[in-house]
């Protein structure tokens, strides 16, 4: 059976670089697909808009450093137009998890965009609080820039392989004594189970979405942030965040247009072993 240690690698940014986050995703399970049987390693993307779930008690930035970012391995930085929204001590959430990060030890990979943008489309503010920390981080701090998605993609790629080759002797040293951040064979038998429920009720679900609703709810969070992986690999559903900060389950048309045959299909998959890397 393939098992596999994981790092998380958590995607920061303010929200106006959703094209540079996907493509972050897209190049990570990329990096997977080739490379994680023979390293036994699995590289875990996270991010605000798919991995954090409501919690009361905390201010909303705290709650996403415990859940997201204490958790990350590593972190990649991702700016264009804007700064982001400010937090009780930083300039901005994503300003708060880069500079808690990099205090921890922990490596960051920064990226700049200089793609073009309208005028009346630039928050002014927002613009001018953006330059001064690139001018403030620019004495302390290798970054990259790019012109274009294309090569951001070429960048992120290269520098994805470089990192894991830099730093993997020492992921793999400094997690040695920490076997709760190992993928066991009990979390992957238990994981991979609920998938199967899951796809085993996917007709109920169709046709009751508040079912669904309440079904991911109860999957527990650190189940939940598993089997993400899955649902998006199998088209089949998306949590992501609202503008006001709370996260909502996104059907995707692929789930909804699932036939009988190909439910069956994705079933055998599951069992014989194609989503392993998920579990």
Not at 78 to 99: M, V
Not at 160 to 174: A, M, S
């Amino acid at each position: 059976m393939f098992t596999a240690n994981c790092y998380n690698i958590m995607i920061a940014s303010p929200g106006d670089v959703d094209q540079e986050r996907r493509i972050c995703r897209d190049r990570i399970y990329e990096w997977n697909s080739i490379h994680s049987k023979k390293y036994g390693i699995i590289l875990n993307p996270i991010g605000w808009e798919i991995n954090s779930f409501p919690e009361t008690g905390q201010h909303p930035q705290d709650v996403l450093n415990k859940q997201l970012l204490n958790e990350a391995d590593i972190l990649v930085g991702i700016f264009w137009n804007r700064l982001g929204t400010s937090t009780k001590e930083y300039a901005s959430g994503t300003i708060e998890e880069i500079t808690k990060h990099v205090d921890s030890g922990k490596p960051a990979l920064l990226y700049f965009s200089n793609v073009e943008i309208r005028p009346d489309k630039i928050d002014m503010e927002q613009y001018k609080k953006l330059v001064e920390f690139k001018q403030a981080i620019k004495s302390a701090s290798l970054y990259k820039e790019y012109s274009d998605v294309s090569e951001f993609k070429d960048l992120f790629s290269k520098d994805l392989q470089l990192i894991v080759n830099d730093k993997l002797n020492g992921f793999n040293n400094d997690l040695s004594d920490e076997p709760e951040r190992k993928s066991t064979e009990d979390n992957y038998s238990e994981t991979k189970k609920i998938a199967i429920e899951f796809v085993q009720k996917i007709s109920e679900f169709r046709t009751d979405l508040n079912s669904l609703e309440k079904y991911i709810q109860n999957l527990g969070t650190y189940r939940s942030k598993k089997l993400n992986r899955f649902f998006e690999e199998a088209n089949l559903i998306n949590i992501k965040i609202s503008g006001d900060g709370m996260p909502f389950i996104s059907i995707r048309s692929g789930f909804r247009s699932l036939s009988s045959e190909d439910t069956r299909f994705l079933l055998d998959d599951i069992k014989n072993g194609e989503y392993d890397y998920c579990f």
